[in-house]
Nanobody
Framework: QVQLVESGGGLVQAGDSLRLSCAAS????????MGWFRQAPGKEREFVAA????????NYADSVKGRFTISRDNAKNTLSLQMNSLKPEDTAVYYC???????????????WGQGTQVTVSS
């Protein structure tokens, strides 16, 4: 089992950058496939990015490819999401999640943080 706590959200202007962090508890962080998801008001939760256990393989939604970078530090039990060139349509609550298999489907991730709000003004 792992507990996840996100931080780093906020209100920014279009074109700005933000870095989200996710702190994981427990000693088994490096056994989990990690992902970032987001949910805007009235919309379903959607995949943003994911990273393999050792950080060697990453996957991105088309909407964020080239602007967002996911990374992890297994020694510090942390997951990060660097978000550049933010757009108003990136506004959402961002969640980090841990799962046991590579996937982009929220239902396959067993553990979730509480979320952090990102608001991008135009």
């Amino acid at each position: 089992q792992v507990q996840l706590v996100e931080s780093g959200g906020g209100l920014v202007q279009a074109g700005d950058s933000l870095r989200l962090s996710c702190a994981a508890s427990g000693r088994t962080f490096n056994t989990y496939y990690m992902g970032w998801f987001r949910q805007a008001p009235g919309k379903e939760r959607e995949f943003v990015a994911a990273i393999s256990r050792n950080g060697g393989i990453t996957n991105y939604a088309d909407s964020v490819k080239g602007r967002f970078t996911i990374s992890r530090d297994n020694a510090k039990n942390t997951l990060s999401l660097q978000m550049n060139s933010l757009k108003p349509e990136d506004t959402a609550v961002y969640y980090c999640a841990a799962g046991l298999i590579p996937s982009v489907a929220p239902r396959t991730f067993a553990y979730w943080g509480q979320g952090t709000q990102v608001t991008v003004s135009s």
